[in-house]
């Protein structure tokens, strides 16, 4: 039987990157997934791909009024969101941390940690109706163990992973799940914006050094931690920081 047959969840974030691939093994699981993201263009597409468990709504998760549509459609095309993941996130340039302006700082924590405030407001009342529900973060390493350069984006992570903890404790009683899933540096669109430099096999071996298990994070990595958790198997997990990091953080 598969993992998440007959739930519905949300992706935000989930036309690219890490949120691809949650989005994928999700429906190849037997959920139904609204994705959620910016690029119209590559949200659409993958929904055509993946067929009638897919839908695709456009969404700036860091708008309110994007939020409440998101919800609502899922409501109205599948049901009420058993899982939601809050995968939509940016950074800034790895660079000294007075060179970032104050609109790319604003940006980025309305990306990262207020879209967790808009989602929390529009889909936590309709999972205490069901006394159910899981809600998956995803943070990061940099929450964890922060590399120099990216300061402001470590800080907004630390939000993240510990917003996740005290979320879980919180609505524990209502049998609301949730976790923070804290991948390492990742093969994704961010990654020079996380390295500063140009993407070269030459400028990875530093980071790469970095790692124990000498790789960079994969979506599928990312995306099988996620499936776990959203998953019956983890029941009883709630309020962690789940590595998916190759020993970074050890």
Known sequence: MNQLEGKIAIVTGGAAGFGEGITRVYVREGARVVIADLDGAKGQALAAELGERALFVRCDVSSRPDIDALVAACVA????????????????????????????????????????????????????????????????????RPRPGLTWYNGSKGAVNLLSKSMAVELGPDGIRVNAICPVMGETALLEKFMGVPDTPENRVRFLATIPLGRLCRPSDVANAALYLASDAAEFISGVEFPVDGARTV
């Open 77 to 144: 095309g599948f049901g009420v969101p058993d899982i939601v993941v809050n995968n939509a996130g940016t950074t800034h340039n790895n660079q000294p941390m007075l060179n970032v302006d104050e609109a790319t700082f604003d940006r980025m924590f309305a990306v990262n940690v207020k879209s967790i405030f808009h989602m929390a407001h529009a889909v936590v009342p309709l999972m205490r109706k069901q006394k159910k529900g899981v809600i998956l973060n995803v943070g990061s390493t940099a929450g964890i």
